[in-house]
């Protein structure tokens, strides 16, 4: 085996990034390319579970935890410093540090597949609580005061680094959104191909193998745990930038149940199908929030039933299944 | 007399009453080939379990080449050279068979070294028709030889089988018993079995076990003749 091929599956996604990411600000007026931005960021954050989930193996029912980690350092860091780019930094270590933690005490405690869902969650549950009793004076960070369910306001937004007066407008916003998106695909993709990340899919495909070739497979899922903690936070930071505004809203049980629908709909043990999910989804979440006929929530908890019940596997595995079926046909000689 | 590579020290571990594995006392040289039999129960895969630290003894110790690794983590006790191919395969259900053997050579090898020995180990176990195919898919006496091969691909200096045979037609057992002996010309090799034939190919010398100890070890001729082995086996009158 040599180096090992790029698939053209991964090629394509690329190129299809590319060219949106180049091609939509011509296209598009400012407001729909706002909604693309914010798009973008989300995929980020459904790349992080993908990865965490569909590869590792980790139930993880809190993702949000370490996107609104990420969401509120940023806020902070931008509030108390003026100037973005410490602020981007930080809201990857920081919910990466906290993943760290808590992937330490989760999976050197071995505890099993269930108990890290009710944990995760529970953990962005808390997190949601704790920030929404944060109202008046008392809670504040350095100058920025973190407002409890009201959220940060007015938040400084992207600069360019080391230039605070000279601020991103929105189609630079774009470009950096997608440039970052691609990062993150292309960058999994290559961690994936790596000894590392084929070890980490081997310990989700059976952990006591690993153990008896001589793999930590504790370390393994702290690793994978801790990167999509960072890539959840860069996303939260994204987020942030893009309304100026952060709220208790982001460790919300709403946010959360969303990341899970948009992997469980794109795909699991995909990276392709959870942006695949994500835009889908947020495309008709906009779509029903235009209208009054049905309420957006129980749109999603009906997709969600129908998706776990009827395609379980998500858009894109089973296109592969309805794809091999077909070629199998054709390949039966005629009767 | 050198080092033995494997020792066991009054190994034991009760679960509640039932004390599965009592006082084992086991000494296995370099590169020998030692067969452990007894009847369903005995005690053999529990003892592979404590060998390998998937379970913690309560009392003894284990030595490998002379250093105490009792209670070491799995993973750790693999890095030290203990490879196992347990009773029912462990594998990666959707890598395929070369997944395996890269996985297992890769961890100690740089990456073209572990391309070589995948190739390699496919040749010598005879996966070629199967390297492709996803491990999931496969009957339970292919499953058993990937499972070996990805233990070899590992290259421990002991390996322990847990019935190799199990499930492969006469051939098939004809062509492990080979690949047993051939193995065993580089590394130290314990293999449980029920396959009284297989034994007879490859078997040196035999360790029985009984009801978590070990009742005797001996030459393979001396335990076919030995009334108490016939015993277990048969019932006390059985063979009369």
Redesign the interface.
């Known amino acids: 085996?040599?180096l090992r091929r790029v698939s053209p599956g991964i090629v394509a996604t690329a190129a299809v990034m590319v060219a949106v990411g180049l091609g939509v600000p011509l296209v598009v007026d400012q407001f729909q390319l706002l909604q693309l931005t914010v798009f973008a960021s989300m995929c980020i954050l459904a790349l992080s579970l993908g990865v965490v989930w569909g590869y590792g193996g980790i139930l993880c029912f809190g993702q949000s935890a370490f996107f609104g980690l990420g969401a509120y350092t940023y806020a902070v860091t931008a509030v108390n410093l003026a100037e973005s780019t410490l602020a981007i930094l930080l809201s990857i270590v920081v919910p990466a540090v906290f993943a760290a933690l808590l992937g330490y005490f989760m999976f050197y405690g071995r505890l099993s597949d269930v108990y890290l869902g009710v944990i995760t969650l529970s953990v962005t549950l808390i997190f949601f609580n704790l920030m929404n009793s944060t109202a008046g004076d008392a809670y504040r960070i350095g100058t920025a005061r973190l407002n409890g369910f009201n959220g940060m306001p007015s938040l400084p937004t992207f600069n360019v680094p080391g230039n605070p007066g000279r601020l991103l407008d929105p189609t630079e916003t774009f470009y950096l959104v997608m440039a970052l998106l691609l990062s993150v695909y292309v960058g999994l993709h290559a961690l994936l191909a790596s000894?590392f990340g084929?070890?980490v899919?081997?310990v989700r495909?059976?952990e006591?193998?690993?153990?008896?070739?001589?793999?930590?497979?504790r370390l393994h899922k702290l690793l994978v745990f801790t990167l999509g903690g960072a890539i959840a936070g860069l996303a939260g930071s994204l987020f942030a930038n893009w309304g100026a505004f952060v709220s208790p809203n982001v460790f919300s049980l709403s946010t959360t149940s969303q990341i899970i629908i948009w992997v469980i709909v794109g795909g699991l043990g995909t990276l392709v199908g959870p942006i695949i999910g994500c835009v889908l989804m947020q495309y008709l979440a906009t779509e029903l929030g235009t209208q009054q006929l049905a309420n957006t929530s129980l749109m999603f908890g009906i997709i969600f039933l129908a998706f776990v019940l009827l395609v379980p596997r998500g858009i894109v595995p089973s296109l592969g299944v309805v794809r091999a079926r077909l070629s199998a046909v054709r390949a039966r000689p005629p009767a | 007399m050198t080092e033995p590579i494997l020792q066991t020290v009054g190994l034991s571990i009760r679960f509640g009453g039932v004390e599965a594995v009592r006082g084992v006392n086991l000494c296995l040289a370099e590169r020998e080939l030692r067969c452990l039999i007894g009847p369903n129960g005995a005690g053999k895969s529990t003892l592979f379990k404590l060998l390998t630290g998937q379970l913690q003894p309560t009392a003894g110790r284990i030595l490998f080449h002379g250093e105490d690794i009792t209670g070491d983590h799995t993973h750790a006790i693999a890095r030290r050279g203990i490879g196992i191919k347990t009773q029912v395969p462990n594998l990666f259900d959707s890598l395929t068979v070369r997944d395996h053997l890269w996985l297992a050579a890769r961890r100690t090898n740089s990456r073209p070294r572990a391309d070589a020995i995948t190739d390699e180990i496919i040749e010598r176990v005879g996966l070629g028709a199967i390297a492709g195919g996803m491990v999931g898919r496969l009957s339970h006496g292919l499953r058993q030889w990937v499972e070996l091969g990805t233990v070899l691909a590992g290259n421990p200096e002991l390996i322990l089988l847990d019935e190799p045979a199990a499930g492969m037609t006469h051939d098939e057992v004809a062509r492990t018993a080979e690949l047993v002996r051939e193995i065993n010309r580089t590394h130290a090799l314990i293999v449980v079995e029920h396959d009284m034939q297989f034994v007879r190919m490859i078997a040196r010398t035999v360790t029985v076990m009984h009801q978590g100890a070990v009742l005797v070890e001996d030459t393979m001729d001396q335990i076919l003749k030995n009334s108490a082995v016939r015993d277990i086996y048969l019932g006390k009158h059985g063979g009369a």
């Open positions: 085996m040599k000894h084929r070890v899919v081997a495909e059976n006591t193998r690993c153990e008896l070739l001589g793999y930590d497979v």
